[in-house]
């Protein structure tokens, strides 16, 4: 497949029910908030994890679309082993760290997508990658309700004796009613040249977009799901306009507050008329 050779921007909607889409660790994980607005956040990191996660499961082993950065990795171990490859190892000292940055590029779907920072153990240097994410904003304010749970059950024997053999624990969980979240991206030519990010990873990463949700159900979670994804393709590597105005083009309005299903919204996405010279757009969701 041939590297990337246009400007990619995009509009990704998605929306969650009775979940929390992205706890704060700084906050008891209570779903994250804008404090001066009250609008929701997730951020890119966020997004970007299930993007790998929905790619890992697609692809398992198959070459070249491992991922780097996976739960439980050990980021040193892998930068170390890309050093031990014959092409690297053939390399003089000024040369292996590059070797090594080409390497990881190849191997790992991740690397080649969003870049990495590699430049701890025997150092891969550091790739920009070329798609990213702004965070996710909701489109109106949010008000998260913490629920007290009980579970019948301890997790030890000093715990029941405790309790007389009641065996009955509290716990909080955190959810957010209903709330549509809207992310931004990007993809940039110049950056897919220099990690060989290609038209099939491409098509892999906008299935990812539509598809993670729906291999990442959990009860924390409830009920989410990509409910609009409008792509801006440029006829160009540097692009043939600004992003923010193709942005705007992009209108969501709520019909009524406060909203609890995507049909509360409407979404009013451009027509092709309406594009600047050179931008072409396609909604995929």
Known sequence: MSIVKNRYDFVFLFDVKDGNPNGDPDAGNLPRIDPETGNGLVTDVCIKRKVRNYVQLVKG??????????????LNHLIDEAHEQEEVK???????????RIFMCKKYFDVRT?????????????????????????IDQIVPLEHSITRVAVTTEANAEKQQGDNRTMGRKFTVPY?????????????????????????LFWDALKMMFEVDHSAARGQMATRKLVVFKHDSELGNCPAHMLFDKVKVEAKHKPARDFSDYNVIVPSQNEMPQGVAIEVMV
């Open 90 to 100: 053939s390399k003089e000292k000024g040369d292996k760290t590059e070797a090594a």
């Open 61 to 74: 082993t198959e070459a070249g679309y491992d991922i780097f950065v996976k739960e439980k990795a050990i």
């Open 179 to 203: 709330a549509l979240y809207r992310c931004h991206g990007f993809v940039s030519a110049p950056f897919a040249a220099q990690t060989g990010f290609n038209d099939n990873d491409l098509k």
């Open 114 to 138: 969003f870049g990495a920072v590699m430049s701890t153990g025997k150092n891969a240097g550091q790739v920009r990658g070329p798609v990213q994410f702004t965070f996710a904003r909701s």
